[in-house]
């Protein structure tokens, strides 16, 4: 605590710092388990950085405008570190003040000519049902990409926020949905720029681990998911089953990640890098599966629900209660 650090009188030394040295400690949200300390390097942060700069096609002419706070990788190392790195304007927004007035947020992207935007699929939400059909007076041509990462990201959403913000000239094939995590640094899975959102549907009665997906056609339960991209340079990716055996694409498996972007472990808890190293892989605990378009997920590997030998994901339940029983997003549990 800042309190109980002691003023020292002695010079300080500087610090010769080596690449594998630990730059940060990034903490887990803590809202499905105890937040954990991951540990990233100088060295992890840079691969990350300059993977994020070459997937998204950073050119020295973006702005970049965020409302995520600091304690969140997105905000800290997506929106801080990546246009620090690259030397771009960027703009730092109060969190407080977007829950508190979301038409903020894009005001101030057209006021700052902000070309790189980002949100969890809850803020485009808010942004939806708290701010009514912007005037002509709106205007964000400028924006390039507008990531849309941290959570389960849905088709849904983005083509509503898409077509209600099509008049103020938002392109729909900026949305730029991700995959990623505090482990990786930040990124995993990125799309190609300009390729908006890509999406397929699926048999809901085919996600558990080891079922091939099967494309849903008609009536019947179904699920549409969102493709989040192909793995960003210095990071591999594979699907695996409990066996840790390889499995085949459009097949649901664990998500397992690797690379010189990926944590050494956690800080003083060795009980948590034995739950998630494998064979020098780390596991996501995220489902998912590959295809040629690139990676899918499902759904939390310890979050499922399991019925009658069916496997239900809580998001879907929710999003199900959404639309059929016109509850509110983010009052249900």
Known sequence: LLED?????????????????????????GSTSEPKGVLLSHANLLCNIRAISEAALIDPADVTLSWMPLSHDMGLIGFHLVPLYNGLQQLLMDGEAFLRRPELWLQAAQRYEASLLCSPNFGYQHYMKSVALPGGGLDLSRVRLIFNGAEPVSASVCREFGERLAASGLDAAAFYPVYGMAEASLAVTFPVPGSGVTSCRVAADSLSVGDTVVTAAGQGRNLELVCLGTPVAGCELRICDAARAVLPPRTIGHIQIRGDNVTRGYYRCPECDRAVRMDGWLDSGDLGFLDAEGLYVTGRAKDIVFVNGQNWYPQDIELLLQQEAQLEAGKLA
Do not use: R, Y
């Open 5 to 29: 650090i002691a003023q020292l009188k002695d010079a300080g030394m500087v610090h010769e710092v080596d690449p594998q040295d630990t730059a940060l400690i990034q903490f887990s949200s």
